[in-house]
Every structure is written in structure tokens, then in C-alpha cells.
């Protein structure tokens, strides 16, 4: 079977490197969804997957790469992060991605050893299968997710039910999970930052382009002085000089470097704009310029023209947010909502509190019916937005 036609929006849209996942995944996952969905047209199923954000998520499910099992990685490395846990205030923990719970809970295990009550912390868990999602929260486990060596955890922290190991209720109520994908720009967009971020075995999967997009989520939902904890193989796909180990490197612990310095996004500056081509937000969009002239076009109902000159301004500034955010505009006015998106998408990556492309993100989600994106996108604008003095 080809898969020509998918491979691209697996890339581009869910961020996954099909060579990465191993071979015949990609054609394997194709085949289960197009017989769950009665194509026997391959071409015809491509399209539904370029066209469907379902079916991309449904696609995503087939593809993720599950293989975990409680205390993964060995006791003392949850031990270390419960312990950083444990010397902060009502703790935030994010596990992403959580597959189907062994992590996280292994999380909420080793603290509740440290005598840590629910109401001292909070577990998000987030993945982009539902499918995993579910068995996480039902939280019922054959003996083969317990084989990382050492004391039997059975016996104190779950219940036998037939066949099942089913976890204690008080430890799965530790833990909120949630559907995400770490390369959508948008993601966990309300969130507050997070004390500690546990995100492994997940950057091999990545494409390059999708990697820096996650590691620009993490940095955004990273508190200033929180942790960052990686598999040592995937240590080296970090941005240079960004993050430092904290302790043994076989944990994986990552600090920012230079904590209580100004922290920027983290984006190579190969992709980012130099400060002084981002400039300050003014009261009214400038007409002068290249960006001037395309947004005078657009003003003036030239579409087409308006298009081609900000692609002839992106070919010489790629990571222009400013020229992508009014591309996304004009597509979205010439009845582009796809292209809008994927413009005003890449803009958002670029500078993320951008408003302009916020606001039209915005609206073009509401008009989608993506009604949860669009309510975050209008709480985030209105904290840009300062209040008038009363």
C-alpha cells in the first residue's frame, strides 16, 4: 500500500517522523483505519485525513508508540522528582506524553510516600490518543506493566479484579488527564506553568521541525525555576547552552541556565526574528514598508495581491510573524480557512502572544467549531488586552 498521500499530514499536522516510529507502522496504522472506516481507496482516505481533524487524531492514536510500565526509568529517578515535588508549595506536574498512566501515577505513588496529600499537588497527564487515555483512567494493568525490578508495588497500591491490577481510588484521583498534541502551538494554552514537566521517550518520534515546536510548548509551560526531566538519550535534542543538568545525568534533570534571568522562548535563533524586527505592539498596523504595502493592499480588497506580496516578503523573512499573521488574514479572507490556519499557526509558533494572529486564530476556530481552542485563544488575548483606567 502507498502512503504517498498520508505521510505528509503525518509529518506536517501530527509531527511524527514515520521512518522514526519503525517500518511498516505508518502503513499498518493506514490499513486499521481505513478498514474502521470502510475506504478501500487509499487516495480516498488521504484525503479524508487532509481534510478531517478527527480522523488525524484517529490516525495519531494508531500511531503512538505505547511501551511503559510503572517506575520506568527505576525508583530512584521518581524518588528525585518527588522529592523536588515534595520542598514546593501546592506543586504543579505535567507528564507528556502519559500513554496510558503507568507514569504519571508512578508519580503520584512516590509522592504520596512522601505523606504529600492530593490537595499539595496536581498530575496533569496528556497524550494525543484517546484510546490511551481511556485505559489510564479505568487504571487496571496486567502483571507485565510491573516488571521494572525491585519491591512489588501490588500489594500496597492496587486491588486484584480478575485478571487486572486495579490502582487505589485515592491515587487515581491524583491525577487529571487530558488529549493534546506537544506540536500543536496551542497547546495547553490556559494552562499555568508547571513546577516539573516529565517528557520522555518522545523526541526520537519527532520530526525537526515538530521537536522545536514541543520544545517551544515546554519552555512556555515550564515555571522559571522548574524542572525538565528528558531520557539522557534524548538530552542532546535540547537547544544548546538552553538547559542544564541538575544532579546525575543518567536522570535526565534539566534546569534553565542562568535561573532568574530573563527567559526567552525556546526557538533557535535561526528560526527567530532578531529583537529589532519584532517591534514594540503600537495603536495602529504600520504602512510602511513591504509589510506596510501588503497590508495596504489587503485594506483595499486587493486579496490577490495582498497574497503575493507578503510570499514574496516571507521568501526573504521565513520567521516573519508579522507577515504570516496578515497572510493568514487574506487567505482567511479569500475563503482560504486551511491555508488561514496553517499561516496564522506558524505565526503563533513564531510569537505566541502575537494578537492580531490571535484574534483571527480565534475567530477562524469558532467559525470551525472548535469552540474549547477558540474560548483559550479569547482568555489568552484578554490578558494581553490592559483594562482601562476607571
Given amino acids: 500500500m502507498s502512503t504517498s498521500g498520508v505521510e505528509p499530514v503525518v509529518r506536517e499536522r501530527l509531527g511524527l517522523d514515520p521512518a522514526a516510529l519503525g517500518p511498516n507502522v505508518l502503513e499498518r496504522a493506514i490499513e486499521a483505519r481505513m478498514q474502521a472506516r470502510g475506504f478501500t481507496d487509499a487516495a480516498l482516505y488521504a484525503a479524508r485525513v487532509m481534510t478531517e481533524p478527527l480522523e488525524r487524531d484517529a490516525l495519531a492514536a494508531e500511531l503512538a508508540v505505547s511501551e511503559t510500565w ?16 515534595a520542598d514546593r508549595t501546592t506543586a504543579r506536574a505535567l507528564s507528556i506524553p502519559c500513554s496510558t ?74 491525577v487529571r488527564f487530558h488529549q493534546g498534541n506537544l506540536t500543536d502551538p496551542l497547546f495547553l494554552a490556559d494552562e499555568r506553568p508547571y513546577d516539573l514537566i516529565v517528557c520522555r521517550n518522545v523526541f526520537i518520534y519527532f520530526t525537526p521541525d515538530a521537536r522545536l515546536r514541543a520544545v517551544a510548548n515546554l519552555d512556555r509551560l515550564l ?40 527567559v526567552h522562548k525556546v526557538v533557535p535563533r535561526a528560526e527567530v526574528p ?86 483571527h486564530m480565534m475567530a477562524l476556530c469558532e467559525r470551525r467549531g472548535d469552540t474549547a481552542r477558540a474560548a483559550a485563544l479569547r482568555r489568552r488575548l484578554a490578558r494581553l488586552t490592559p483594562k482601562e483606567d476607571t
Avoid at 226 to 241: H, I, K, Q, S
Avoid at 256 to 262: C, L, P
Avoid at 298 to 315: I, K, P, V
Fill in 223 to 262: 515555571s522559571l525555576d522548574g524542572r525538565l526531566c528528558v531520557t539522557p538519550a534524548e538530552a542532546d535534542r535540547l537547544p544548546p547552552g538552553r538547559f542544564v543538568a541538575e544532579g546525575q545525568t543518567e536522570f535526565g534533570i534539566y534546569r534553565r541556565v542562568g535561573v532568574g534571568s530573563t
Fill in 70 to 85: 510503572f517506575f520506568r526509568g527505576g525508583r530512584p529517578l521518581f524518588e528525585r522528582l518527588a522529592g523536588f515535588v
Fill in 101 to 174: 498512566g503507568e507514569e504519571p501515577y508512578s508519580l503520584a505513588i512516590a509522592l504520596h510516600e512522601r505523606f504529600l496529600s492530593p490537595g499539595e499537588f496536581t498530575i496533569d497527564a496528556v497524550d494525543m490518543s484517546e484510546r490511551a487515555l481511556a485505559r489510564a483512567a479505568a487504571a487496571r494493568y496486567g502483571s507485565f506493566a510491573f516488571r521494572e525490578g525491585g519491591t512489588d508495588l501490588r500489594p500496597v497500591y492496587f486491588r486484584r479484579t480478575d485478571e487486572y491490577w486495579e490502582l487505589l481510588p485515592h491515587l487515581r484521583a491524583a
Fill in 274 to 359: 532578531e529583537p529589532a524586527q519584532t517591534p514594540a505592539p503600537v495603536v495602529a498596523a504600520t504602512t510602511t514598508g513591504p509589510l506596510g504595502a501588503a497590508r495596504l493592499l489587503a485594506d483595499a480588497g486587493r486579496l490577490d495581491e495582498a497574497r503575493a506580496a507578503c510570499e514574496a516578503l516571507l521568501r526573504a523573512r521565513p520567521s516573519d510573524a508579522d507577515a504570516l499573521a496578515l497572510l493568514g488574514v487574506v487567505h482567511s479572507a479569500s475563503g482560504r480557512t486551511n491555508d488561514a490556519f496553517d499561516a496564522l499557526r506558524k505565526a503563533l509558533y513564531l510569537a505566541p502572544d502575537h494578537a492580531e494572529a490571535m484574534a
